[in-house]
């Protein structure tokens, strides 16, 4: 069974900085895609950030400039350094891995996607 787990989520002030990881774990071949995304109170689910297992990033717009993603293959996991913090960044972050579970799904391109429970972020002013 597959389960990510997000941490690093919390309470901090305008300006500030938080670093959110996720880790990947069960039987997996190999994850393709990682991903943050971000829920506002009261508003859609967003893209934060993408990672592909080359080590190629995306970012949504209200991430540029502020949000770095990285990866380590080797540890499944998948981290969000989030800078200059405001409160328009308050929301649940979620994890979200694209993965191969089976050598057979690569040649098939049959690739599952898998969320995190979610970490609350909480910017105050």
């Known amino acids: 069974q597959v389960q990510l787990v997000e941490s690093g989520g919390g309470l901090v002030q305008a300006g500030g900085s938080l670093r959110l990881s996720c880790v990947v774990s069960g039987s997996i071949f190999r994850i393709d895609y990682m991903d943050w995304y971000r829920q506002p109170p009261g508003k859609q689910r967003e893209l934060v950030a993408s990672?592909?297992?080359?080590?190629?990033?995306e970012y949504g717009h209200s991430a540029k400039g502020r949000f770095t993603i990285s990866r380590d293959n080797a540890k499944n996991t998948v981290d969000l350094q989030m800078n200059s913090l405001n409160p328009e960044d308050t929301a649940v972050y979620y994890c979200?891995?694209?993965?191969?579970?089976?050598?057979?799904?690569?040649?098939?391109?049959?690739?599952?996607?898998?969320w995190g429970q979610g970490t609350q972020v909480t910017v105050s002013a």
């Open positions: 990672i592909t297992h080359g080590g190629d990033t």
């Open positions: 979200s891995a694209t993965l191969f579970l089976r050598p057979s799904d690569v040649d098939s391109k049959q690739s599952t996607q898998y």
